[in-house]
C-alpha cells in the first residue's frame, strides 16, 4: 500500500534558518506529492504540490522537487520566519476516483527570533 | 470563489452520546467530499469519502458513519460516541475531474472531545 514518511519533529530553528523538512514515499504507479501546512487551531491549507517526476512545487518561499529515484519530496525554505511556524505535512494521491490523499505524520516547526 | 464551511468549531460530548458534525461547500458543482481525522500526536487518517450524492466510501471500519443529503453537504455522525472518537475532524473537498490528483481544500476543523 501507499506510505508517507516524514521526519519527526519537532524542528526548532532560529528566524532566517534554512530549513529542510524530509519526506519519503511508497506508492505504486505514478502519485502526486503535495506538502499541506496547520498552523495552529486550523484547518491544513495546500502549499505546493508536484504531479510528475523531476517537477518543483514552490510557493511562498518554500521548494520541493518531486525525486522519482529517491522517491523523495522534501520541503526546503532558504530564510525562514516566525510566522512558519506550523505542522507541515507531506502526502501523496494515487490517480484514482478521488484524490484520496495518504498523510505522513506531520512535522512541526517552530521558529524563533 | 469557493468555500467550505465546517461547524462547530470545538465540541465536548459525554460518551455515549449522539454526534452530528456537517460540512457545506459554496463555489462549486459535484466536489468529492472528504473527512479526516487527526488523533493527539498522529497523522491524519482518512474516514470517508464520497464522489456524489448518496454515495459514500469507508475507508475504515468504526463507530463513525457519513451521509451527503445534497450535493454540497457531507454530515459526519455518530450513535454513541466512544474515548476513542475524540481527536480534530476535517471536512474536505477536490474538484472530480479525469485522473483526479487534483488537491484538497480543508475546512477549518472541528475538535471533539468525549468525556
Known amino acids: 500500500g501507499n506510505s508517507v514518511t516524514q521526519m519527526e519533529g519537532p524542528v526548532t530553528l532560529s528566524e532566517e534558518a534554512f530549513l529542510t523538512i524530509n519526506c519519503t514515499y511508497t506508492?505504486?504507479?505514478?502519485?502526486?506529492l503535495f506538502w499541506y501546512v496547520q498552523y495552529p487551531g486550523e484547518g491544513l491549507q495546500l502549499l505546493l504540490k508536484?504531479?510528475?517526476?523531476?517537477d518543483k512545487g514552490s510557493n511562498k518561499g518554500f521548494e520541493a522537487t518531486y525525486r522519482k529515484e529517491t522517491t523523495s519530496f522534501h520541503l526546503e525554505k532558504g530564510s525562514v520566519q516566525v510566522s512558519d511556524s506550523a505542522v507541515y505535512f507531506c502526502?501523496?494521491?494515487?490517480?484514482?476516483?478521488?484524490?484520496?490523499?495518504?498523510f505522513g505524520t506531520g512535522t512541526r516547526l517552530q521558529v524563533t527570533l | 470563489s469557493q468555500t467550505i464551511h465546517q461547524w462547530p468549531a470545538t465540541l465536548v460530548q459525554p460518551v455515549g452520546s449522539p454526534l452530528s458534525l456537517e460540512c457545506t461547500v459554496e463555489?462549486?458543482?459535484?466536489?468529492?467530499l472528504y473527512w479526516y481525522r487527526q488523533a493527539a500526536g498522529r497523522g491524519l487518517q482518512l474516514l470517508f469519502y464520497?464522489?456524489?450524492?448518496?454515495?459514500i466510501s469507508s475507508e475504515v471500519p468504526q463507530n463513525l458513519s457519513a451521509s451527503r443529503p445534497q450535493d454540497r453537504q457531507f454530515i459526519l455522525s455518530s450513535k454513541k460516541l466512544l474515548l476513542s472518537d475524540s481527536g480534530f475532524y476535517l471536512c474536505?473537498?477536490?474538484?472530480?475531474?479525469?485522473?483526479?490528483?487534483?488537491?484538497?481544500?480543508f475546512g477549518n476543523g472541528t475538535r471533539l472531545t468525549v468525556t
Open positions: 463555489g462549486t458543482s459535484n466536489p468529492n
Open positions: 502526502a501523496l494521491s494515487d490517480t484514482g476516483t478521488a484524490s484520496k490523499l495518504t
Open positions: 464520497s464522489v456524489g450524492i448518496g454515495q
Open positions: 508536484a504531479t510528475k517526476a523531476d
Open positions: 506508492a505504486t504507479g505514478y502519485p502526486s
Open positions: 474536505a473537498w477536490s474538484d472530480r475531474v479525469p485522473g483526479d490528483n487534483s488537491p484538497l481544500h
